[in-house]
């Protein structure tokens, strides 16, 4: 699920583990993600009503998990709601890890792919789980915020034709007048849908930002993890 279907142009912004929100943690925490430099971090950003969050996204970060664990890799599974609302609340994050149930169209696909059994999963998350910060979202969709929110999530839109911008933004605006709340970490690391992820190094440094599948992901992890960058072990 994401915010702009046909544009994807990928940012870096320059931002640190310090710059994620947690507003609950549901499972391993609380914690100061400050704490985890040294570590190599992955953030994986889902939604709970987010059928591809769950038919890859976290079964991949899973397997991460289970393959890097005892070399350094920390990874931390964020909730987030740029969209249905209803459905993407803390509640149902709690059912999730809990109990393994799943709702909305989570269920409905999870149900046709023969995923899960009386509506739960026949696994479970093994890492630190919590809910990013959102907040009612009561700032008056104007042309100036349509224009600032398209080029947080195109930092290529200047040099887009003029129809293509158009589009972009006509696409925004209307993103824009039927979102009601707004998370935190999901909007200052502008990304694009779910499920996104976010890696940092051993600083604690931003190095990576995905939106959907990516297939560059294990071979950025293992860079970060065999990189002598560390704050015990600084660059020469």
């Not at 919590?130 to 042309?143: A, H, I, L």
């Not at 970490?185 to 502008?190: C, D, G, N, Y």
Request: aromatic content about 8%; some cysteine.
């Amino acid at each position: 699920m994401n915010v702009l279907t046909a544009f994807s142009l990928s940012i870096m912004p320059n931002y640190s583990l310090s710059d994620i929100s947690v507003e609950t943690w549901v499972q391993g925490g609380p914690m100061n993600l400050t704490d985890l430099v040294g570590s190599v971090v992955l953030v994986e950003v889902f939604q709970v009503n987010c059928p591809g969050c769950f038919l890859y996204a976290l079964p991949k970060a899973i397997q991460l998990h289970e393959t890097y664990q005892k070399e350094g890799l920390v990874i931390i599974g964020l909730a987030t709601a740029f969209e249905d609302y209803d459905k993407n609340t803390l509640e149902n994050l709690e059912r999730l890890v809990q109990k393994g149930e799943v709702i909305g169209e989570t269920l409905h696909t999870l149900t046709q792919q023969g995923m899960v059994t009386d509506g739960k999963l026949d696994w479970r998350l093994p890492f630190a789980v919590g809910m990013d910060r959102v907040e009612p979202d009561v700032e008056p969709v104007t042309q100036e915020k349509t224009l600032r929110y398209t080029h947080d999530c195109l930092p290529g839109f200047d040099e887009l034709g003029e129809d293509r911008k158009q589009a972009a933004l006509q696409q925004v605006r209307n993103y824009l007048k039927q979102k009601t709340m707004k998370a935190e970490t999901f909007e200052r690391f502008s990304l694009q849908g779910t499920p996104s992820s976010i890696l940092f190094d051993r600083k604690g440094h931003v190095q990576n930002i995905s939106f959907g599948q990516n297939e560059n992901q294990q071979y950025l992890i293992e860079q970060c993890l065999a990189s002598r960058d560390s704050p015990e072990n600084p660059a020469q």
